[in-house]
């Protein structure tokens, strides 16, 4: 009873920050993100290397928190990705353990959590992402831009819960085929399936509400499903593979970071190109 009183609470409080931060301003969504960003890859680092974290990785950390501030600051900054691929290689050879693995690892993480994070706040704000900007909009056009921009992040969140929360029901009403059983024991087909249906159809509700087209919205969902199951399964063969049960502990009663948006990193560069395509 206790364990489900503290699940609960600590599911009341992140929502709430994640409602609220995504739907105060842009710069209350990008601090947010920026958190999920640095958490999210000091969890990947103390998993891959167990505990045994270097220089290198705390400067990825940084490095991870600047690639999601980039559309905030000049998004023409992302041509200094590839030196940055560069200096790592280097840096790996030049060290005693020089291992395919230990580059991989440092590459892996920035396509993994930073750069669909960034894609998320750009997509989200676009040309007014730029933190030192705003002075030239009148504070109308301001709060267009902050109400439908909140909305649209809101709609991918939503998206990403409903599609696990149907997939669980589903899967316990009805479950019986395993979907990955080597790796995911408990998602099943029927689960699955069940939760792509509810989430389509829960999709035309957040439509109405937050003024999304209808046809754009179906499609991020059934990506959401698609691309978030494949993000829970990626994070579970990681954890797997190294014989943890949760990434972290920050969040008492449901893990950590990598945890609670494994589906949102793999899903992102997905639905956040269909927002890009919408504003053409």
């Not at 002075?135 to 109308?140: D, E, S």
């Not at 921009?149 to 939503?158: E, R, S, V």
């Not at 819960?161 to 995911?184: I, M, N, P, Q």
């Amino acid at each position: 009873m206790n364990n489900f009183i503290q699940r609960a609470l600590t599911g009341i409080v992140f929502v709430a920050v994640v409602v609220g931060a995504t739907m105060y301003n842009q710069y209350a969504f990008l601090a947010l993100l920026l958190f999920i960003s640095i958490v999210g890859v000091w969890e990947y680092f103390r998993i891959v290397t167990q505990n045994q974290l270097g220089k290198v990785h705390y400067l990825y950390i940084m490095l991870s928190a600047f690639i999601v501030m980039i559309p905030a600051i000049d998004i023409r900054l992302l041509v200094l990705l590839p030196l940055i691929f560069a200096l790592t290689a280097m840096h790996v050879l030049l060290t005693r353990e020089r291992t395919w693995q230990n580059i991989g690892n440092l590459f892996i993480v920035l396509f993994y959590i930073p750069l669909p994070l960034m894609m998320f706040y750009h997509s989200i704000y676009g040309s007014e992402a730029l933190i030192f900007n705003n002075h030239q909009l009148c504070c109308r056009t301001q709060e267009a831009i902050r109400s439908s921009g909140g909305f649209k992040a809101l709609n991918l969140f939503i998206l990403i819960w409903s599609s696990d929360t149907f997939a669980y029901l589903a899967g316990r009403a009805f479950g019986k085929r395993k979907l990955f059983e080597s790796v995911s024991p408990k998602k099943t087909w029927e689960g699955f399936i069940g939760g792509a249906v509810l989430t389509v159809v829960f999709s035309l509700v957040l439509s109405h509400y937050f003024d999304i087209p209808v046809k754009l919205n179906l499609i991020i969902a059934l990506l959401t499903v698609v691309f978030g199951t494949l993000g829970d399964l990626i994070e579970s063969m990681l954890k797997r593979q190294y014989g943890i049960k949760d990434s972290g502990n920050i969040l008492p009663g449901h893990g950590g970071i990598l945890d609670r948006f494994d589906a949102l990193f793999i899903s992102l560069p997905f639905t956040t190109i269909l927002y890009y395509l919408d504003s053409i």
